[in-house]
Every structure is written in structure tokens, then in C-alpha cells.
T-cell receptor
Framework: DQQVKQNSPSLSVQEGRISILNCDYT??????FLWYKKYPAEGPTFLIS?????DKNEDGRFTVFLNKSAKHLSLHIVPSQPGDSAVYFC??????????????FGKGTHLIIQP | KAGVTQTPRYLIKTRGQQVTLSCSPI?????VSWYQQTPGQGLQFLFE???????NKGNFPGRFSGRQFSNSRSEMNVSTLELGDSALYLC?????????????FGPGTRLTVL
């Protein structure tokens, strides 16, 4: 049972336009969400996070939106740049009190920025 | 500040053998987590160590084990290797592993089981 789903395996966007990556989750206990970016032959790199008490978090060109009622989050990249081409993973966690549970990852979306 | 390092980067083993992977966290980080990445299952959480104690565990068989040393370095062991264990094994460190502490990933160890 996949608790974090990224339904688009790939996404192609023109340079300079907005990239929107989507993520759905089923576990209502998740209360912290993260986006990671991964290049081939490297480990994932943290991008941005949001806790369930917020519905939006911005960091430069990256904005994450959280819709708790729909159990949906999205990552917006504006404007998209060639270096943004990578695989993006959505991840979620539950605060267990004694330490963070392991992150539950989606299967990733391969973002391709076209010149 | 040096990042998370993992050794070896690549490993080839045969079925039935055992393997040990090593992870050195970022200096000052006390939490180390391990993940398995495969094309079919994506990134899956194996376990987390903090102060030499396993604090959380994912849904993997007992063939997968780990430990953490007093300097926070961690090792992961897989015994009786199966073909399905072929994967990228990623280690991640964070300051405390607690809520809101982002995890920083190493480059991974690519394990191939023949």
C-alpha cells in the first residue's frame, strides 16, 4: 500500500515557465512533508519542507502548498531553469515523540526542463 | 563541512553472501537512517540509529541489520543475500532525527547481487 503517491512519472516543462509537481498521501497521521531533488549517481538533496500547521512555504523559486483536506501537496518552481532537471521525491513523516519515523517517499517525478 | 560519506560506492556480491556497508554522517549529526532504493519500490526506510541505539525500523526482514558506533558512524549488514537485494542503499544523517530535522543523504552504495 503506497502511502505517498506521485502519479506523474515524468513532466516536461519549458525553461522559464512554471513547473508544478504533485503528490498525494493517504496516511492522515503524516504531519511533516518534504521535497527532495535527486540527480543520477547522487543521493537526494533536501529542497523544501512544510509542517501540517501551514498551507504554504516559500524558499526562493520553490513554493510548497499543502491541502490537508485533500491530502495533497504540490511543489511549484518558478521560473524553471535547466539545472532543475532531476527526479523530485515527495516525502512525509509522522512525529512519533521519541524521534522522527523514517521518511515515506513517493516514487518520484522526473522533471525535464526544455530550452 | 563535509557531507555524508558512504563506502564502498559499488559492490558486487553473489546470492547467499553477506555484505556490510558503511556510512559516516555529517560532523555533529547523531541520527543516521538507512534507505533502500529500487526501481520498483522506490525509496524505502530500513532503520534509524541514534546514540548507538536503533530507534525506528521499517518493514524489512531480519536479514537487514545495522549498528551505530560512539562516533555516530553506522554500518548496515545484509546477510544471505538475495537477487532482490540489488539496490541503491542510501544513508542519511540529521542532527537529532527529530521532527523538523531535515535529513542529508549520502551518494549511496550500489549493491548488485548475482
Amino acid at each position: 500500500d503506497q502511502q505517498v503517491k506521485q502519479n506523474s512519472p515524468s513532466l516536461s516543462v519549458q525553461e522559464g515557465r512554471i513547473s508544478i509537481l504533485n503528490c498525494d498521501y493517504t496516511n492522515s497521521m503524516f504531519d511533516y512533508f518534504l521535497w527532495y531533488k535527486k540527480y543520477p549517481a547522487e543521493g537526494p538533496t533536501f529542497l523544501i519542507s512544510i509542517s501540517s500547521i501551514k498551507d504554504k512555504n516559500e524558499d526562493g523559486r520553490f513554493t510548497v502548498f499543502l491541502n490537508k483536506s485533500a491530502k495533497h501537496l504540490s511543489l511549484h518552481i518558478v521560473p524553471s531553469q535547466p539545472g532543475d532537471s532531476a527526479v523530485y521525491f515527495c516525502a512525509a513523516s509522522v512525529y512519533s515523540g521519541g524521534g522522527a519515523d523514517g521518511l515515506t517517499f513517493g516514487k518520484g517525478t522526473h522533471l525535464i526542463i526544455q530550452p | 563541512k563535509a557531507g555524508v560519506t558512504q563506502t564502498p560506492r559499488y559492490l558486487i556480491k553473489t546470492r547467499g553472501q553477506q555484505v556490510t556497508l558503511s556510512c559516516s554522517p555529517i560532523s555533529g549529526h547523531r541520527s543516521v537512517s538507512w534507505y533502500q532504493q529500487t526501481p520498483g519500490q522506490g525509496l524505502q526506510f530500513l532503520f534509524e540509529y541514534f546514540s548507538e541505539t536503533q530507534r525506528n525500523k521499517g518493514n524489512f526482514p531480519g536479514r537487514f541489520s545495522g549498528r551505530q558506533f560512539s562516533n555516530s558512524r553506522s554500518e548496515m549488514n545484509v546477510s544471505t543475500l538475495e537477487l532482490g537485494d540489488s539496490a541503491l542503499y542510501l544513508c542519511a544523517s540529521s542532527f537529532s532525527g527529530r521532527y523538523g530535522n531535515e535529513q542529508f543523504f549520502g551518494p549511496g552504495t550500489r549493491l548488485t547481487v548475482l
